[in-house]
């Protein structure tokens, strides 16, 4: 099936110019390294191997850092499959649209642009003010690369030159469609006014650089928001519910908070997690109320309207 990304092309797309023009996409990351012949199918395991290559050449990084670089390497040079779909932006509030067109190959002339793809691009510019409010936030994380497939829709009437379609919830657990769409921004809305949360007095939203924890990439599904306290002695593990949230999602951040004890956690570091919904029901806390290190936290919305 065809995938959807969203990748940057250096801090402050500093080699979007020169990927366009030449035709290609490229990471770096530090790993020095023709991977030609060393790309597994699995990203967990390119990820064993080069997790402790990158920290040796970085001895001053986390593993949650060495984690997403060597991902995001992974993710560029096996991941992406020929015909995926691309979306790089030019640093002008414009992206544009390319296809993988060629497999994996080793350039060093330039340490940011290693790992590189060839890529066809495609007749289309898309400014961020013809996006959905969906699209415009996820296209508009900091993380180098993201999967945007779920608005392969929208983004494919842009490569037809079609109007964008309005991006509506299909999903059946959605018990109030009007109120998702209100709720359709809460990662987004979190993310941006992280610092006006009661999270924000302890936290910090995990970043190095490129490198975020919006969507951190786990082998049973992405992580919402991956925080870190500000004493760097603990990782949060936040996941955000539209709605009403069942029991189901106490496994699902559990699975998540042991995919980071067990690959991420430095010595003297422990992980707790953070559920967020707009309300719970007993099911949650009765699951709740025998589990460790998980809080739930309620969040509200807000609409009014004034007359002038």
Known sequence: MKKYYRLILGKQHKYFNECYDNKYVGVGFDIEIDLKDDLPDNWREFN??????????????????????????WTVSKGMNIGDILLCPDGQRNYKIGKISGNYFYDATIPS???????????????????????????????????????????????????????????????????????????????????????????????????????????????DILAISKDKKELLVIELKKGRASDSVVGQIQRYMGYIKDEFLESGQKVKGIIIALENDTKVKRALSVTNDIDFYQYKINFDLIKN
């Open 113 to 223: 642009l290693l790992h590189r793809r060839s890529v066809e691009w495609l007749p289309v510019s898309v400014s961020r003010d013809e996006m959905s409010q969906e699209l415009k936030n996820s296209t508009g994380s900091i993380g180098t690369v993201s999967d945007i497939s779920k608005y392969s829709i929208e983004i494919d009437k842009f490569i037809d030159g079609d109007s964008p379609i309005k991006i509506s919830s299909t999903d059946s657990e959605i018990e109030n469609p009007s109120m998702f769409a209100l709720e359709s921004h809460l990662e987004h809305f979190i993310i941006e006014n992280w610092d006006q949360t009661i999270l924000a007095k302890d936290y910090d939203i995990f970043q190095d650089g490129e490198l975020t924890g919006k969507q951190f990439p786990t082998d049973t599904g992405p992580i």
């Open 48 to 73: 064993k191997k080069y997790i402790p290559f990158y920290l040796n050449k970085n001895p001053d990084k986390s593993k949650v850092t060495a984690g997403l670089a060597c991902g995001a390497v």
